[in-house]
């Protein structure tokens, strides 16, 4: 992939109507008016295949775009761009928002919400990433389109995509390509989610799937810590107890559980560490934020069917008499 249309080639009175049928096959089905007479249009767009991802470059005389409900519900087009206006100055109203967009600023396009973009002709650079291989949630990415700015990612991800397009073809044709295109997408989903926690100052609310990876991880920091409690979790993210636990029954998890499950995986993987083989069971089950022993071994064994010393046992010293005290019958 190279050129993708370049206006030299075609007469006169034909420039309009290919520059137009180019621009809908490159985004999406939308109402497209050329902002000069047909003999006047200039459009030179190039592409380049980097693995999953697609980088364009585009040159081209001024137009409008506008994208309507209608056409997204006939025409959906799952494709997320991100795109860096190299010379002049466009317009955008896009995902409720309008903005004035300079030479060097980078803007972020949902194909399917509704936009009207203008440009006053110059230079594009665009990244093209299919939306599902983002993995984000639609709240995510809607959140992200509001304040792109928000982020220390915005200047890093835009000088990224300049670079691509400068060097497209080298790229597209070398070996390392594949693993660029990965590199991209997630270079992007972090972007995005940066983009989206950021909080603007009327305190908006993050979506849910990022409040929940934050919890996640906050958690998992802190799970020797027996005090460690929907109370805590909720009073450390600002929501309420009430809040968190409607949270995590949407995610499809109770808190509590969800807390006893983690304690659990990481006391079973310490029980048979090498390096912890000496330390005595209820000092790891301490370790793990269980106050009480007896609890832990009740817990432990309806979770993975053996006491935790079994469990030692049968990794770290599979004798005979271990390994038959777990046969059916013989306990």
Known sequence: MAIVLDTERFELGERADVTAAVLQDVSAPSYVELGVDSGSVRALFEAWQVGEVVVQQSIMSGFRVVRTPRQIRQSPSPVLTLNVQRRNTSHLAHAQTQYEIPPGEMFVMDFDLPYQFDWHGGELTTLFIPLDRLGLSTDTIRAALARPRGTPLYPVVANQI???????????????????????????????????????????????????????????????????????????????????????AGAGFGIEQWIIAQRLEKARAALVDPGERHRPIVVIAHQCGFRDASHFTRRFRAAFGMTPRDWRATVLEPTAGAVSSLLPGTR
């Open 162 to 248: 300049c670079l691509m397009g400068d060097s497209g073809e080298a790229l597209q044709n070398d070996a390392g390509a594949r693993e660029l295109g990965i590199a991209c997408i997630e270079m992007v989903r972090g972007f995005l989610r940066s983009a989206a926690a950021h909080r603007d100052e009327d305190g908006m609310a993050l979506p849910a799937d990022i409040l929940l990876t934050q919890i996640r991880e906050y958690v998992r920091r802190r799970l020797s810590d027996p005090d460690l409690s929907a109370a805590v979790i909720a009073r450390a993210h600002n929501i309420s107890v009430r809040s968190l636990y409607k949270l995590c």
